[in-house]
């Protein structure tokens, strides 16, 4: 995978939650079986907490949802709904990106891993996913 950093912009539906991510143009999205990504249908990035910004007046829109161990922050906006980033489970010092939410022309590809959520602990140790927050040295 290209591990050159290209600045990604992207937002909710109705564009009052707006952000810029950093991260390469091609990304490894991981779609998640758990009770709210399945709803959902959320499949996303994860990046490093420090590679991602909040624009503007963004946050006065987000609210967020938790439950379970309540590690997860799921936002989402209070006008349309969507949730286009939160703070997973599995990399709570990261931020995950739903990779639809992306502006169009910056990602160039986008690989779908899978995440078994409804096995969580498993699928965590067998996936590698909570090196996706770190920082590549």
């Given at each position: 995978m290209d591990s050159e950093m290209v600045v990604h912009n992207?937002?909710?539906?109705?564009?009052?939650?707006?952000w810029r991510?950093?991260?390469?143009?091609?990304?490894?999205?991981?779609?998640?079986?758990?009770?709210?990504c399945l709803m959902r249908g959320n499949t996303h990035f994860i990046v490093p907490s420090e590679r991602f910004e909040l624009l503007g007046d963004s946050e006065q829109f987000i609210t967020?949802?938790?439950?379970?161990t309540h590690t997860a922050k799921h936002t989402f906006c209070?006008?349309?709904?969507?949730?286009?980033?939160?703070?997973?489970?599995?990399?709570?010092d990261g931020v995950s990106v739903t990779f639809r939410c992306v502006d169009p022309g910056t990602l160039t590809h986008v690989e779908i891993k899978q995440f078994d959520g409804q096995n969580w602990e498993d699928s965590y140790n067998l996936t590698g996913i909570s090196s996706?927050?770190?920082?590549?040295?």
């Open positions: 992207g937002g909710c539906h109705c564009r009052s939650v707006r991510v950093q991260s390469p143009s091609s990304v490894v999205a991981w779609q998640c079986n758990c009770s709210d967020t949802y938790t439950f379970g209070k006008v349309c709904g969507i949730t286009s980033f939160y703070t997973p489970r599995s990399n709570p996706c927050s770190k920082e590549e040295k």
